[in-house]
């Protein structure tokens, strides 16, 4: 497939789709109603249920309280969210560490849903993906990446992994969206070292919440900055590699005056 037809981008698979919660009047009394659950009539057994609709229902509690909470969330909590009983949640996950990171893996895995189809919109594309990036940044990762970027010195073993987890995961789709873009902006060959650094720097959960924070400014309006700054610096990259090759054939940029002028 060619790199101008439209292919839709990860920006890393699918939480599945939503189930309903309830009780798990089989784990004793330490069955937890769900958050919302009401009326006197009792959802089947856990006992009987898919294991795998279960821990669904596990993934999604803890995709949720641990955006909010961040590594601060409980079991507990958890378990009042999905309506599974603490002492299934552990017996899904073994322990609190463990539940964590295969919690972090789902986040950066929704995170890194397909957000846009690049076609021969360079500049719209770029947008699109920006805004989709830093509403992730904070409603999927929310108060967890501070947890993730930021760790503690008393991180347990399991836990170190989410580091090594999170450096490979930024690498890979940074690398990945800063190729689309140079190929489908008429760059060959790899994109510059710079440019693949400030897609680094512009997606990056820092700059959501450096902007959110000091300057007042939404995940959207922090993403049309991005976009306009990448944009810029893009097109730049591409030019100066045609100057250098005496090529002249890439793409207009579509984005008024952000294709810098020679």
Known sequence: ??????????????????????????????????????????PPSLASEDPDLTRTRIRRAA?????RRGFDATVDEIALV?????????RHYGSHDALILATVKD?????????SP?????????????????????????????????PT???????????????DARVRGVRYLTR???????????????LVLAFG????GFSTYALMTDFDRTPEEVGAVSADILQMLLWRAVRAQQAQTGRDDAPEASGAGVAPTE
């Not at 698979?13 to 009792?42: F, H, I, M, N």
């Not at 995709?63 to 955006?67: I, K, Q, R, Y």
């Not at 010195?153 to 450096?167: D, F, N, P, Y």
């Open 1 to 42: 497939m060619s790199d101008r037809e439209p292919t839709e981008v990860p920006v890393h698979g699918q939480v599945p789709p939503e189930v309903p919660a309830g009780v798990d009047p089989a784990a004793g009394e330490d069955a937890v109603p769900a958050t919302g659950s009401s009326g006197p009539s009792l």
């Open 63 to 67: 995709l949720e309280v641990v955006a």
């Open 82 to 90: 999905s309506g599974v009983s603490p002492r299934t949640i552990f």
């Open 107 to 115: 986040m950066f895995e929704a995170a890194g849903q397909p957000a």
């Open 118 to 150: 690049l076609g021969d919109d360079v500049d719209g594309w770029l947008r699109r993906l920006a805004m989709v990036v830093h509403t992730r940044n904070l409603e999927v990762i929310g108060e967890a990446f501070w947890d993730i970027h930021v």
């Open 153 to 167: 010195h008393e991180t347990s073993e399991v836990l170190a992994e989410v580091h090594h987890i999170r450096r």
């Open 180 to 194: 689309r873009a140079w190929s489908a902006a008429g760059g060959t060959g790899e994109p510059p070292r710079s």
């Open 201 to 204: 720097l512009y997606f990056s």
